[in-house]
């Protein structure tokens, strides 16, 4: 599943092609992904002022409102040439001339959603009126977090997913920030310290930091026909690695299951 860092260099690698181009054609191959996909036509003719990334959608700025697009368990957005024949899963193309912004998503949970500039701010959007704070976020600060948790009894792990306080710490990135500040993650939140929170913010953002920098050797592949541009891996400390060696102590990395999705820590290294 695409996380913050995958759909942030999604738009690094889009955004050069669309930005200040005008919008010619909208095509949708089928009537909905998750949800119903509204008819963009009128946006013909606008141009796109600029890309954005809030959480895990994509915004794309026009002059009467934004287009907010989310990549659900399997969508990757490419740029082809208008020519490029779709193929079974490229549900939704935004044409511009030359270039072409295509969404293919075989499983189908990606959207696409439309929230006009009379509705007000686009960060009022259902979609987005609820989401944390962004990982890169100046506010988001240790005291910020310490504060937040201080009623939370559910595991840190849980609280990192659940995108209320901080947007963006998927279940990988949870794993791995956790253990490289060495909290386990099974600890209550509220019993967190303001200095661990501290260590904690600064893993956060390091690992998120990292991915997206290894992921923009991969920006070339955004152009291209083939769809098949596989999300990037950094070499993870814990993440999958139940039963092999933790490479800080050698002691077996372990796995457990909280709210239905794994995690992995060290039993030495996080306390
Ligand atoms: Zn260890």
Redesign the pocket.
């Known amino acids: 599943m695409p996380e913050l860092p995958e759909v942030e260099v999604t738009r690094m690698g889009v955004a050069p092609h669309i930005e200040g181009q005008t919008l010619t054609g909208f095509v949708a191959r089928r009537p909905d992904l998750r949800w119903p996909i509204p008819d963009l036509k009128h946006l013909c003719g606008q141009r796109l002022l600029h890309t954005d990334r809030r959480g895990k959608y994509l915004l794309l700025a026009f002059p009467t409102g934004w287009v907010i697009l989310h990549l659900g368990m399997s969508g990757h957005l490419l740029i082809v040439a208008p020519d490029t024949p779709a193929r079974i899963h490229d549900h939704v193309d935004f044409v511009f001339g030359q270039q072409v912004l295509r969404l293919y998503d075989p499983r189908r949970f990606g959207a696409v959603l439309w929230h006009p500039k009379a509705a007000g701010p686009v960060i009022t959007h259902a979609a987005l009126a609820r989401l944390g704070r962004e990982p890169f976020d100046p506010d988001l600060t240790a005291a910020y977090l310490h504060r937040e948790t201080r009623t939370r009894q559910a595991p840190i792990k849980q609280v990192l997913l659940a995108g209320d306080i901080v947007v963006g710490v998927g279940n990988i990135y949870a794993s791995e920030s956790l253990?490289r500040a060495r909290i386990r993650p099974q600890t209550p939140a509220h019993r967190i310290s303001l200095v661990r929170y501290a260590t904690l913010l600064t893993e956060i953002q390091a690992v998120l930091r990292e991915a997206i920098a290894k992921g923009g050797s991969t920006l070339k592949d955004f152009v291209g026909a083939d769809g098949s541009q596989g999300y990037f891996q950094l070499t993870y400390f814990v993440y999958e690695r139940a039963g092999q060696p933790?490479?800080?102590?050698?002691?077996p990395?372990k796995r457990l299951v909280q709210g239905q999705r794994a995690t992995y820590y060290?039993?030495?290294?996080?306390r």
């Open positions: 253990f933790c490479r800080v102590c050698r002691t990395i060290c039993p030495q290294c996080q």
